[in-house]
């Protein structure tokens, strides 16, 4: 079993930043793939980014410019850089991680950009 556990959440203003780290512990050998989800109020999961274990990196376009995706494997932590944050960047980030074919998912952290 692989556990992921977010921080990094809260509130901010529209046009601030916020960082997020996801730290994946247990059994991580195999550990590849690792990105966010958002899952806004009454919407359904959506990937924001991923990034490989060899640091290829994915963006929703909708984040594309304001967001860096980035990792650390000695750590086994990902992270994720909010600029410029929108009000339609508020939900639940899920952090995810695949090992071979399986998914992993932390139990979530809430993001709220104020207008």
């Known amino acids: 079993q692989v556990q992921l556990v977010e921080s990094g959440g809260g509130l901010v203003q529209a046009g601030g930043s916020l960082r997020l780290s996801c730290t994946a512990s247990g059994s991580i050998f195999g550990l590849n793939a690792m990105g966010w989800y958002l899952q806004a109020p009454g919407k359904q999961r959506e990937l924001v980014a991923d990034?490989?274990?060899?640091?290829?990196?994915n963006y929703a376009d909708s984040v594309k410019g304001r967001f860096t995706i980035s990792r650390d494997n000695a750590k086994n932590t990902v992270y994720l850089q909010m600029n410029s944050l929108k009000p339609e960047d508020t939900g639940v980030y899920y952090c995810n991680a695949m090992k071979f074919t399986q998914g992993y998912w932390g139990r979530g952290t809430q993001v709220t950009v104020s207008s």
């Open positions: 990034i490989t274990r060899a640091g290829r990196t």
